[in-house]
């Protein structure tokens, strides 16, 4: 990602885990602060960006409800808190957030 951020004409600068954004966390339901991989500046629109597997993006599968898929599903649930507060915190600004997998960069 920091290679095409950095060999990408229209990109004027970037950052990476620099913006804090505050959300609560469905768990514990306590405010937390979010750091998202990257902020981007175009030379059209900012964008923030968040780097993970394709798999991590999809609800886990419920086999049993063993202690990993818990865990999974908690995860799950925090990054969706996480991802809907940085789309609102962009939106608010006239940016945009994007969830960006493997499948995106080319690798899988």
Wanted: glycine share 2%.
């Amino acid at each position: 990602m920091m290679k095409y951020l950095d060999e990408n004409e229209a990109v004027v600068w970037w950052a990476s885990e620099e913006l804090p954004i505050r959300y609560r966390s469905p768990v514990d339901q306590r405010v937390h602060r979010y750091f998202p991989d990257f902020i981007v500046k175009t030379k059209q629109k900012t964008f923030i960006l968040e780097v993970k597997p394709d798999r991590q993006t999809k609800p886990p599968k419920q086999k049993r409800k063993t202690k990993k898929f818990l865990e999974e599903a908690a995860t799950y649930a925090v990054n969706q808190e996480k991802w809907r507060a940085a789309d609102i915190f962009c939106q608010e600004r006239g940016w945009e957030f994007k969830l960006v997998t493997e499948k995106h960069l080319g690798l899988a």
